[in-house]
């Protein structure tokens, strides 16, 4: 079964220096109906103006992930971690028994353009920590590239929960698989371009939760189209 999240039905703040949608409940936009789907609870996509930025703020047991697709994000934590997110770069961040950061757009003229993702981790009160990693436009092009997992598999991050998230650059006529293991469920997210999931299209900003479907096949319907795909627990 494919539920659609459409694009346009998403949640949204305004503040100025800060345009957010949301696919799922967030801040001062709430909607039962859309809490989240299985351990994946946040999926933000922000545009940060320049010369703009969260300020420095708190969070608690949950693992946080940073997807820039344009511009660049600054990073700066109280567990000594000062970093420049850009586009090909994941971050994991570990909130754990809590964790003090802020993220920046360091550029006087571009924004900044990202997805931030929470996930609730497998156990509370674990120790904050931090990890970066770059995945090259090579290595997601026409595949699924595995960024993130809870063992750390095939270099890539570390996400403290039963998560296998991958990403994927397809241009138009590209066609990837994926096979769901059984009592596991999977959320794709459309972060650029045009996509068909099974047969289904999909555009920037959809969102699509998957449950009883062996078999995903995506397939590029766009010059450049990103993808990112959650595979987890049922």
């Known amino acids: ?13 305004n503040l100025g220096w800060l345009d957010s949608r949301h696919s799922f409940s967030f801040g001062n936009y709430y909607d039962p109906q859309h809490m989240g789907f299985g351990s994946l609870r946040v999926i933000n996509e922000d545009k940060v103006a320049p010369n703009q930025g969260f300020g420095t703020h708190g969070h608690r047991d949950m693992e946080i992930i940073s997807y820039v697709l344009d511009g660049a994000l600054e990073h700066k934590d109280n567990i000594g971690n000062g970093s420049l997110i850009r586009p090909g770069d994941v971050q994991r961040m570990s909130a754990g028994t809590g964790i003090l950061h802020s993220e920046f757009n360091p550029s006087p003229q571009a924004a900044s353009h990202f997805l931030q993702i929470w996930i609730l981790p497998a156990a509370r009160g674990q120790a904050p920590s931090y990890e970066q990693k770059n995945f090259s436009l090579t290595d997601k092009q026409g595949r699924l590239r595995l960024v993130g997992s809870s063992d750390g598999r095939d270099g890539s991050v570390t996400i403290h929960q039963d998560v296998d998230l991958y990403a994927s650059v397809l241009t138009l006529g590209d066609r990837i698989t994926h096979t769901l293991a059984p009592q596991r469920q999977a959320w794709l997210q459309v972060a650029r371009g045009a996509v068909t999931l099974n047969g289904q299209a999909l555009h920037a900003g959809d969102g699509v ?22 595979d987890m627990a049922a």
């Open 1 to 13: 079964m494919l539920t659609l999240r459409p694009a346009n039905e998403r949640g949204a703040a």
């Open 209 to 230: 939760a998957i449950a009883d479907l062996p078999t995903l096949t995506i397939a590029g319907q766009a010059d450049s189209s990103e993808v990112l795909l959650f």
